[in-house]
């Protein structure tokens, strides 16, 4: 099974190949392979991954042909805006500017954010849609993510593997962590794999760089999530063949979040997603929505923090409280706030990709469509070992953790192809 469909290099110029899908052309930049035009190749998050014989090449194309335009035209009809008369003025004012390319300000922002009709937020959430389909294109990335230890140094209040948390910890082994990715990638056909865990140094860096090396001879782009490390191990890391980190700010709120994360500063974690924007890291970075004392402010705060961060893609999901945590008794999320925030993400930087989380779909069964449906276009799986997927308890009941891995692949595909979108990832 493929979630991202090869393209013929049309042309190579300074370290970029124009892959071309069907006559959609992309850039994707090429530092792991030489390539010439007229070869087939994979690519992932605008980074070329691999190269594919021409014979399997034109035989997955051939069998993907239909569905590509199918799934396209679907989209299309998916994504139209329905009249609504019903909707607010001052809604309908903001959404026209939105509709005319304008750029929205922190005004116009806290006016979508803090309105909880209805009817406003069905159009929102369609105008979103509408954008993401127009700037976008019916593409939605899929990638693994693997949570390989529940160690953590930290002790961020909000989290449910934090230091003094007394969850029963795991750490996989290197040869573990190698072989669940192989079977994610060889079996269940991933071409993006996201390494997650807790900050723990028992993987120091030579152990990391190992691990990195070989998963990025299975062909698949690696998404390193490893919280606060010196930039030095980023920096190996990319050398071993890492393109790309996955680390949110948690909140642009300094205050708030010198209080949930003791003893760190939000300094420090934003200049380290910077430092990875700098050393070429494809970065996904952002927050979690409806943390105690958040306002309405914060999280435009944290939606214009995170373009500023150059995030190719949004990584933000409702804060779940755990039980066993400082925050346990906090109030539980507010589906509607984050779909609207994935709405304001997708008006206020229309070039990022924006995740859905699976945090998303734990507060509500059926969010994940909803937020494919306010402007997101990606989606996470988890490939975790199923003996250690329930002791990754970073906030209880997470979605698909019931289900085998390839039910979840299934019902993702099936959820995708329903809305017209294609389960893979066209580069740029
Ligand atoms: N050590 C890595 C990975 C942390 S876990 C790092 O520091 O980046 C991944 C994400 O889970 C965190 O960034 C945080 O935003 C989210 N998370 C933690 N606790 C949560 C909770 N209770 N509800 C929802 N998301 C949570």
């Keep these: 099974m493929c979630y991202a469909i090869p393209g013929r290099v049309a042309e190579v110029k300074d370290g970029v190949?124009?892959?071309?899908?069907?006559?959609?052309?992309?850039?994707?930049?090429?530092?792991?392979?030489?390539?010439?035009?007229?070869?087939?190749?994979?690519?992932?998050?605008?980074?070329?991954?691999?190269?594919?014989?021409?014979?399997?090449?034109?035989?997955?194309?051939?069998?993907?042909?239909?569905?590509?335009?199918?799934?396209?035209?679907?989209?299309?009809?998916?994504?139209?805006?329905?009249?609504?008369?019903?909707?607010?003025?001052?809604?309908?004012?903001?959404?026209?500017?939105?509709?005319?390319?304008?750029?929205?300000?922190k005004k116009d922002a806290l006016e979508l954010l803090g309105t909880d009709d209805g009817e406003d937020i069905k159009l929102i959430m369609e105008t979103a849609n509408n954008v993401r389909q127009k700037d976008h294109d019916n593409?939605?990335?899929?990638?693994?993510?693997?949570?390989?230890?529940?160690?953590?140094?930290?002790?961020?209040?909000?989290?449910?593997?934090?230091?003094?948390?007394?969850?029963?910890?795991?750490?996989?082994?290197?040869?573990e962590i190698i072989d669940a990715a192989r079977h994610a990638s060889k079996e269940l056909g991933f071409k993006a794999l996201v390494l997650q865990s807790g900050e723990d140094p028992w993987y120091d860096d030579e152990k990391l760089e190992r691990i990195v090396r070989e998963v990025r001879r299975l062909d698949v782009l690696i998404f390193v999530s490893i919280g606060m490390r010196p930039k030095e191990t980023y920096k190996r890391l990319y050398d071993a063949g890492a393109r790309a980190a996955l680390l949110r700010f948690e909140t642009s709120n300094k205050d708030l979040f010198e209080k949930l994360r003791p003893g760190t500063k939000l300094e420090d974690r934003v200049q380290l997603i910077r430092d990875l924007n700098d050393m070429g890291y494809v970065v996904a970075t952002g927050f979690l929505t409806g943390l105690p004392g958040e306002t309405n402010e914060d999280l435009v705060n944290n939606i214009l923090l995170t373009k500023e961060l150059g995030a190719d893609m949004y990584s933000f999901g409702p804060f779940i409280p755990t039980d066993g945590t400082p925050l346990q008794s906090e109030s539980k999320p507010d589906v509607d706030r984050v779909l609207k925030a994935t709405a304001l993400a997708r008006f206020m930087d229309r070039k990022s990709k924006i995740l859905v989380t699976t945090a998303l779909e734990t507060v509500d069964k059926g969010a994940k469509k909803k937020g494919l449906m306010s402007g997101g276009n990606s989606?996470?799986?988890?490939?975790?070992?199923?003996?250690?997927?329930?002791?990754?308890?970073?906030?209880?009941?997470?979605?698909?953790?019931?289900?085998?891995?390839?039910?979840?692949?299934?019902?993702?595909?099936?959820?995708?192809?329903?809305?017209?979108?294609?389960?893979?990832d066209l580069g740029l």
């Design 17 to 105: 190949a124009v892959v071309d899908y069907f006559g959609e052309k992309r850039n994707v930049l090429c530092d792991f392979a030489d390539v010439r035009k007229g070869e087939y190749v994979y690519a992932q998050g605008g980074v070329l991954i691999s190269k594919i014989p021409e014979k399997e090449a034109v035989e997955i194309l051939e069998a993907w042909k239909e569905k590509f335009f199918e799934l396209k035209e679907l989209d299309r009809t998916t994504s139209k805006i329905h009249e609504n008369a019903d909707a607010s003025g001052n809604i309908l004012q903001i959404l026209q500017k939105v509709n005319r390319n304008q750029e929205l300000g």
């Design 139 to 175: 593409a939605c990335c899929v990638h693994g993510i693997l949570e390989f230890s529940n160690y953590c140094t930290q002790d961020c209040m909000y989290c449910g593997i934090r230091k003094g948390s007394s969850v029963k910890r795991y750490r996989m082994t290197p040869e």
């Design 379 to 424: 989606l996470m799986i988890n490939i975790t070992p199923s003996k250690y997927r329930d002791l990754y308890r970073i906030y209880p009941g997470k979605a698909g953790n019931d289900k085998k891995t390839e039910e979840n692949i299934n019902d993702t595909i099936e959820l995708l192809y329903s809305l017209g979108r294609a389960p893979t």
